[in-house]
């Protein structure tokens, strides 16, 4: 069989990326119907069953690349979609709520071997011309799978229960599982030594200690803790005949300006520049949508601006992983760290949310995107700081 060719490989790669964002977005669309199911359960816990898969990425984002490299990417990848599709169909029977908790942490692991294997595979498998745009398709895979998981998914729930939509990202993990097996080269045997648990520590000093290193995961937490959070909880807010049309339309504009206006603008603004421009029209956009919220027009305009300038956020944050390290091993270094953080970020982002929402409304959503946007700003200012007057 003729090798598939590198856009058929990306392509396919990329589509395992779009199924490991719905082990989010399978919960986050259907959060209010969820809750009827665990009936008793706070937003909080609800928040929790979203955002729990995160937990293993946190705790070994960093070195989950030293394995993934070991055991060979396309085993990885095969094995992690596969468990995916079977913890996907369990959970479709609605068990327990602790059963239900567990079954999404060891989901975890099947997210992060999903998202640090492929990205990893596209950089090998793009050319130099093409690696930029590449990486920031890949950047769009958590956008582009919730836009499709609600235009999809709620009206799949809503026709058949809200089990099919679990049963459907079943067979969707199934299939890519082998789409990989078959698309994929065979692993070649890796000499890379798996670190002793002494050095683990050492090894996430020496990374977050580096302006280079640390940089693009630091914009990038505070970029996830908002995403996820708000593509959850800001549609049900907004409610009405609206809800719908929010949930849809902030991730296919955040995806819109990332591949066009944000690729184009990588050719003449720093990435690092570029994160820091978006989080501050989020700051604008926050509180115009917190000043004119009631107001549809108003309202509708400010949430789709405050997609936008995430999605900016979001791919320039990948980008500035090669523009500030120079090497492979800096690069899989700095793609672990924003692995770790952009879990930690996802993880606590849904639930604190719901915690503000439940006892400030919607002051306590302005609140939660200003503060990260401005930490994201100042996070990168220092880092450049350092990478100036210290490091370099």
Avoid at 159 to 175: K, P, Q, R, S, T
Avoid at 195 to 207: G, N, V
Wanted: proline letters at 5%.
């Amino acid at each position: 069989m003729r090798p598939a060719s590198p856009l058929v490989i990306i392509l396919v790669l990329w589509g395992a990326g779009l199924g490991s964002a719905a082990q989010f977005g399978k919960i986050s669309i259907l959060f209010d119907r969820i809750a009827t199911h665990y009936a008793g359960a706070g937003d909080v816990t609800i928040g929790l069953i979203v955002s729990i898969v995160g937990f293993v990425g946190l705790i070994f984002g960093t070195t989950a690349g030293l394995l993934v490299q070991r055991l060979g990417y396309r085993r990885v990848l095969v094995w992690a979609l596969g468990a995916g599709a079977a913890l996907s169909a369990l959970q479709a029977l609605f068990p327990p709520l602790p059963v239900l908790l567990a079954l999404r942490a060891i989901e975890g692991f099947s997210h992060l071997a999903i998202v640090v294997a492929a990205p990893v595979m596209i950089a090998q498998t793009a050319s130099l011309r093409h690696q930029g745009l590449a990486m920031t398709l890949w950047s769009s895979f958590f956008a582009v799978s919730f836009a499709l998981t609600a235009a999809l998914g709620l009206p799949l729930a809503q026709a058949y229960g809200d089990g099919a939509l679990f049963i459907a990202h079943a067979a969707y993990m199934a299939v890519f599982a082998g789409l990989i097996w078959i698309f994929l080269p065979r692993d070649t045997a890796a000499d890379t030594p798996f670190p002793a648990a002494k050095t683990l520590l050492k090894q996430h000093a020496t990374i977050y200690q580096s302006p280079r290193l640390s940089a693009p995961a630091m914009g990038f937490f505070c970029y996830t803790l908002t995403y996820v959070a708000l593509l959850t909880l800001l549609p049900p807010m907004i409610g009405g005949a609206h809800q719908i049309l929010i949930a849809t339309a902030m991730p296919l504009v955040s995806i819109a300006v990332s591949l066009t206006l944000g690729v184009w603008l990588l050719r003449w603004v720093p990435a690092i520049r570029m994160v820091q421009a978006g989080f501050a029209i989020s700051v604008i956009a926050t509180l115009c949508l917190w000043a004119f919220w009631g107001h549809d027009g108003a309202m509708i305009a400010a949430a789709l601006t405050l997609a936008a300038m995430l999605g900016i956020v979001q791919g320039a944050s990948f980008a500035a992983i090669a523009q500030l390290n120079p090497t492979a091993d800096g690069r899989a270094r700095a793609a672990g760290a924003i692995a770790q953080l952009g879990n930690l970020g996802t993880t606590t982002g849904t639930p604190l949310l719901a915690a503000l929402i439940a006892g400030q409304g919607v002051s306590g959503m302005a609140l939660f995107v200003l503060i990260p946007s401005v930490l994201g700003i100042a996070f990168h200012q220092i880092q450049a700081h350092r990478r100036t007057y210290i490091f370099d």
